[in-house]
């Protein structure tokens, strides 16, 4: 999406004819950081035992379902992918309330 922001993977922008962005450049960059960089960082923070990494890693399953919606409101197609991380960002969230509830930092 950043190497090939009009055309990335054969999608057209048509694709995103409905959000604020006219290229893949920006979903691309959003894409790397928040749904790449950050799981990334927050698992190590998990690893390590980290105050408020756990917390942190719920609100990213709700951000993720966020994201999601958002995709759903403001795009007209709909891909396969979607429902997919949605359920994964629900599991997140699920498994993160669970752990704070069960005391688990």
Known sequence: M???PLNPLGMTTELIAGSPF???TWPG???LVLVGVTPCVL????????RGALGLSGLFGVGLMAWIGVQWALLSDRLWLQP???????????????ARRRGTR
């Open 2 to 4: 950043i190497r090939d």
């Open 22 to 24: 006219d290229t893949y």
């Open 29 to 31: 960059i959003l894409l």
């Open 43 to 50: 698992s190590l923070g998990l690893v390590a035992r980290r």
């Open 84 to 98: 997919v991380i949605f359920v994964i960002g629900a599991a997140i969230a699920t498994l993160a309330a669970l």
